[in-house]
């Protein structure tokens, strides 16, 4: 893995200089905040302007809803960071040059790629820890306190998730010679992911399965499947990530 | 160093063999074979499309050759062996980096893939910026270079670590005069420590610094030699005729006159002025002189040009006859 360390110390200043890391943690601390706060104000903001009747019907909000409101808003809005910053990792330093740049000197392709994929997994996690932070936060200031263990599993089951988008976003990035088209095919697998996660019996192990361990675990209660998704999806990184460094090692750049 | 003697086998710094590079119908690259010697300043001429630069991504591994194989100091290049064993420095003929960097944290990052730590990789930064003239903008975003500063940091992470093989890909195209003698210097000057190939289409570079040049043309090696040698063997001999303003509209008829001189080969009208080719210079000389007295055409310059490469380049390519058509 010649020259890892060097290239990974260049991409996380790059994450940092061009400003990826600092929006990441921002949107992913007011999402981590808003979402507590939505699941406490929404139905009260409904009552108040909705007829007594329907007002009767809507229940008092709960814990359970703000782990919900938090899995929703943390989970699209990271899916769609982890594209972003995934699409034109590879495909934009392929198009200016500056691929050709680096791996002319004493650095292999498998430690670039790397270098690249450590660094967004890095932004991503900040971004998640932060979001996990201030959803328990807020979470037990205006619900209640919840288990801190089991509710930072369910972040680093969150970051597992938006990691399997974003290394599948990676590899579209390592084939195309577009960030664009990279985009798309990170995008094509969300939906075909969406799509296989309705079949039953597989659900529980794509990335939107990883969603429903973690909310048992913040919430205290043993999730139904853990160890068998978890694995599934730890693989996914590993095996795409492997793939994307096959069709790069013998690209033309 | 002196061109290659029969009595002298030197080491062998790059070497192709059959190398081809075939991009779907277009072939770039046909069968070059070429051997340059260790320590010595290489030219790679040829005109825009020649297959210069495809020569030049093939040994650095960035390409894969179609047929045929090169090496760099006897290792293959396909792989990119050579770059890990930090045997090369390249400089893509349009640099690019990461606009976001300083020149210096670019120099930084490629000295810690060479392997070189702390006061060792200050030293060499500040060396190699002071060597390409960005002492005064390290520190400045690469985003704000311009295009002459780009080329000269290429040129400088280029040969940050002092590599054994420099391959340069039109090094001094975006520079101005001053900033294309400086990096001329600089080549001129790593010669010996370094086997230098540097492409150009700029025929009065390869010239002054080259120890030797190949001269390729739609892909194919026409010639391989010392550059002496070449003009030797190449360039005729030309003489410069610039009659004055009252005798221009006379300039066919004379060069049509002019043909029939002892000793001429060929007579180009080139822009206001004659271009005479003869095979005896000492025959040809006298006789010009006597038919243009003959004629009474006045004279603004009547002289012996000293052969060049342009002039190599141009019979080689056979564009001179296109030229003179």
Redesign the interface.
């Known amino acids: 893995m ?2 890892l ?3 990974f ?2 991409e996380l ?2 994450q940092w ?2 400003k990826r890391l600092l929006v990441v943690l921002i949107v992913f601390a007011v999402f981590g905040i808003a979402s507590p706060l939505l699941a406490r104000y929404t139905p009260e903001l409904i009552r108040a302007l909705a007829s007594d009747a329907l007002a009767s019907v809507i229940p008092p909000p709960t814990t359970a809803d703000a782990v919900d409101q938090f899995l929703k808003n943390v989970g699209q809005t990271g899916v769609l960071a982890a594209i972003l910053l995934a699409m034109g990792s590879v495909a934009l330093d392929k198009e ?3 691929a ?9 392709r498998a430690a670039y790629l790397l270098a690249k994929l450590i660094a967004i997994g890095l932004t991503l996690l900040i971004g998640t820890v932060a979001a996990t932070l201030a959803g328990y936060g807020y979470t037990t200031w205006l619900f209640e306190a919840l288990p801190i263990g089991g509710y930072l599993a369910m972040g680093l089951l969150l970051f597992l998730q938006l990691m399997v988008y974003a290394t599948l976003t990676f590899l579209g990035s390592t084939l195309a010679r577009s960030s664009l088209v990279a985009a798309a095919f990170g995008i094509a697998v969300l939906a075909v992911v969406a799509v296989v996660g309705a079949l039953p019996g597989i659900g529980p192990y794509t990335p939107g399965g990883l969603s429903a361990a973690g909310r048992s675990l913040a919430l205290g209660t043993p999730p139904e499947m853990l160890i068998g998704p978890l694995l599934v999806n730890v693989m996914l990184v590993v095996v795409v990530f492997v793939v994307a460094w096959l069709a790069f090692r ?1 690209q ?2 | 160093m002196p061109p290659l003697a029969p009595d002298q086998p030197a080491v062998t710094a790059i070497a192709c063999e059959g190398l081809t590079k075939r991009f779907g119908s277009v072939l770039a690259l046909d069968h070059l074979d070429l051997r340059v010697p260790e320590g010595i300043v290489f030219g790679f001429l040829g005109p825009n499309g020649a297959g210069k630069t495809t020569a030049l991504r093939l040994l650095t591994g960035l390409a894969h050759p179609t047929a045929g194989q090169a090496k760099i100091a006897g290792i293959p290049t396909v792989h990119g062996e050579p770059n890990r064993r930090g045997l090369i420095g390249y400089l893509d003929q349009d640099p690019r980096f990461p606009t976001w960097m300083t020149g210096r944290e670019l120099l930084e990052v490629v000295g810690r893939l060479y392997g070189m730590r702390d006061a060792e990789l200050r030293q060499r930064v500040d060396e190699t910026l002071e060597l390409v003239g960005l002492s005064d903008a390290a520190r400045r975003r690469i985003g704000g270079y311009s295009g002459g500063m780009r080329q000269r940091l290429g040129l400088g992470q280029a040969v940050l670590n002092r590599p054994p093989v420099l391959l340069l890909d039109e090094p001094v195209s975006a520079l101005d005069p001053e900033g294309r003698h400086d990096v001329l210097t600089t080549i001129r000057q790593l010669a010996g420590g370094s086997t230098v190939l540097f492409s150009t289409h700029i025929l009065a570079d390869a010239e002054r610094i080259c120890d030797r040049v190949a001269i390729l043309d739609h892909g194919r090696l026409l010639t391989d030699a010392p550059v002496g040698e070449l003009l030797e063997r190449y360039a005729q001999p030309v003489y410069r005729i610039e009659p004055d303003a009252r005798h221009l509209d006379q300039l066919p008829s004379l060069a049509e006159a002019l043909r029939d001189v002892p000793g001429v080969t060929e007579v180009l009208d080139a822009f206001g002025e004659l271009r005479v080719l003869t095979d005896d210079p000492a025959q040809a000389g006298p006789a010009l002189l006597a038919a243009l007295a003959a004629r009474r055409i006045g004279l603004v310059a009547f002289e012996r040009l000293r052969p060049n490469l342009e002039d190599v380049f141009l019979r080689l390519t056979g564009r001179d006859a296109e030229r003179a058509a």
Do not use: Q
């Open positions: 010649t020259g360390l060097p290239l110390d260049k200043r790059e200089r061009t200016r040059g500056i050709a740049l680096f791996l002319t000197k004493p650095a292999s013998r033309e750049l």
